[in-house]
């Protein structure tokens, strides 16, 4: 075979996987442009590799992908790490077509609005196995672990998911929490100006993601109640509900029973401090 038809084989071959390898990039770095970068790099080194001797090429590229969205996961990532010993097991849902498709459902847009809930490497080791079904054996290849040590981030991904391993002292904050979200949800609602002003910080800022258009930043109370207003009384179609991202609360919204964007608040004690809108779709 000549170079000029082996590199058009291994083109049709890398083909035939681009939209999985996309979609596992997908998962892991939320966002379908740095996906495409990912799949390109992968294509990239794939022409630069003698990969003759290789029996699972589908295997290869998703190992290939999995360690370029590790690495960009990592430059992104600004929070220490804590020992895997600080959280107990969790396990896995049980295998099965069904439960796939419920964590999959989950993953293509709530690890989205999770990427400074999660360390790169679980969040790595939680959408391979939990989500694609790799053996542990092969996800510790990836993020340079040990089987045990790749099993042990996974579970520490589910459990930070979830919202669990808090103490008391936590559990009431996240009461606290909730309290201040119902609140500016139930204001909001009723178009009350005094009680959404009540709820926010003075200096509240909101980022707001308006796709192409970029990020725009409103900041003050009285600024972001007025916002708040409008949307909710041009929402009336919308869904909403709170929804548990872990380290803080979130409002997702919800259209035709199809996620359309989702809030994320902070607060501090009784007052809401940042809020940031971020589209799903």
Do not use: C
Not at 174 to 203: K, M
């Amino acid at each position: 075979m000549t170079g000029s038809a082996a590199g058009e084989g291994l083109a049709v071959q890398f083909d035939r996987h681009r939209a999985y390898l996309a979609t596992v990039a997908y998962r892991m770095l939320g966002s379908h442009a740095d996906a495409e970068d990912a799949v390109q790099e992968a294509w990239l080194r794939l022409a630069r590799t003698d990969v003759s001797d290789v029996e699972d090429l589908r295997a290869w590229l998703t190992r290939v992908v999995s360690r370029i969205s590790l690495d960009q996961l990592r430059a992104r990532s600004r929070r220490p790490e804590d020992p895997l010993e600080a959280l107990p097991d969790v396990e896995a849902p049980a295998p099965g077509p069904a439960s796939r498709a419920e964590t999959a459902e989950r993953v293509s847009y709530a690890l989205m609005i999770v990427l400074d809930q999660l360390e790169p490497d679980e969040r790595l080791a939680y959408v391979l196995h939990d989500v694609f079904g790799l053996p542990f054996r092969e996800v510790a290849g990836v993020v340079d672990r040990t089987p045990a040590a790749a099993r042990k981030l996974a579970s520490r991904a589910r459990e930070r998911l979830r919202g669990g391993g808090r103490t008391s002292r936590g559990d009431a904050t996240r009461r606290q929490q909730r309290a201040v979200v119902d609140a500016f949800l139930e204001a909001a609602g009723a178009g009350n100006l005094e009680a959404l002003i009540g709820v926010l910080h003075p200096e509240v800022e909101f980022r707001i993601d308006e796709g192409p258009s970029g990020i725009r930043i409103v900041r003050g109370a009285p600024q972001v109640a007025n916002g708040a207003t409008r949307f909710r009384q041009g929402a009336t179609r919308y869904a909403f509900e709170v929804v548990d991202l872990g380290d803080q609360l979130g409002v997702l919204s919800s259209q035709n029973g199809e996620p359309s964007s989702l809030l994320l608040i902070t607060s501090e004690g009784d007052r809401i401090v940042a809020m940031e809108a971020r589209l799903l779709r």
